[in-house]
């Protein structure tokens, strides 16, 4: 596994401000078994974040029983809520464990009311790189990862709610991805 320190730039006036200090690791090659937290819908102030519940999320993933999470969509309904401090508000109350654990996201319906994609691409900066499209200058909102023996695949469902521009791109890049995972780890396990 590999260990990851860092801080962040809080944007001040000086630039100067820096958050306190995180360390999270990845799931080492090969572990089994691999718990991941896969949920969606969350909001901002659920209880499944509070530590009081012995199955919070803080809980689990302070006592190191998560190696990673899959939020599925539907962040704080909604992200651009308040002029977005309904964003920020979840940002600070999942804090505690996206800061432990890598923490992989994917759009859901909420995100694409008003202005919320605009805060959701903010928030979540990178992680979506790797499904664009080679001759993409934006985020497909698609991509994959491998986590152990497992191969990750998180699609846009979002997509087929109407007639839109990517779901060729998004089916064609998921072909080729999927027939890399198999030809790479024939008998490994593929997630979508």
Partial sequence: STEYVYQIRLHDKDNNTWSDEYIFKTVPSGQSPITMGVYGDL?????????????????????????????????AYNLDTNNGQNGLDFMDNVQAVSARVPYMVLPGNHEYIGNSLTYYENLFRGQHK???????????????????????????????????????????????????????????????
Avoid at 44 to 70: E, P, Y
Wanted: net charge negative; aromatic share 12%.
């Fill in 43 to 75: 909001g901002s102030f659920g209880d499944i974040l509070t530590t009081k519940r012995s199955n919070g999320l803080q809980a689990l993933t302070a006592a190191h029983k998560l190696d990673l999470i899959m939020h599925i969509g539907d962040f």
């Fill in 130 to 192: 790797a499904g664009a499209a080679s001759n993409s200058t934006r985020p497909m909102y698609y991509y994959s990862y491998d986590v152990g023996y497992i191969h990750v695949v998180a699609i846009n469902t979002e997509l087929y709610c109407e007639e839109h521009v990517d779901i060729p791109l998004q089916y064609e890049w998921l072909s080729l991805d999927l027939a890399r995972a198999r030809s790479r780890s024939p008998s490994g396990w593929i997630m979508v």
